[in-house]
């Protein structure tokens, strides 16, 4: 059964930092491109960041960009978000999610089915 838990979200103020986990088991995971993606309340899903499935290649929103970066260990079946200088409007529910291949259009995707698998998110609140 394919699965990706999430883990590592909690409360953090201003500036400050925190590092999620995504770990994944069921499925060929050193196949897949690699996302993290938000849903802030009352907003629609955001795309934060990509990796693709050999990990040379990472991509991310320019809200993001110079404080975020993501990683993948594909001997651990693990993807890691590491994320600096935290903002309030970084608060939201943080999704990892999965698409086969190496493909350039998750940057696109809007819906959480549109990718293969994905997690059940972990919360990121940013406040003092």
């Known amino acids: 059964q394919e699965q990706l838990v999430e883990s590592g979200g909690g409360l953090v103020q201003p500036g400050g930092s925190l590092r999620l986990s995504c770990a994944a088991s069921?499925?060929?995971?050193?196949?897949?491109?690699m996302s993290w993606v938000r849903q802030a309340p009352g907003k629609g899903l955001e795309w934060v960041s990509d990796i693709n499935s050999g990990g040379f290649s990472t991509y991310y929103a320019d809200s993001v960009k110079g404080r975020f970066t993501i990683s993948r260990d594909n001997a651990k079946n693990t993807l890691y978000l590491q994320m600096n200088s935290l903002k309030p409007e970084d608060t939201a529910l943080y999704y990892c999610?999965?698409?086969?291949?190496?493909?350039?259009?998750?940057?696109?995707?809007?819906?959480?089915?549109?990718?293969?698998?994905w997690g059940q998110g972990t919360q990121v609140t940013v406040s003092s």
């Open positions: 999610a999965a698409a086969y291949g190496d493909d350039s259009a998750v940057r696109y995707y809007t819906a959480l089915y549109e990718y293969n698998y």
């Open positions: 069921g499925f060929t995971f050193s196949s897949y491109t």
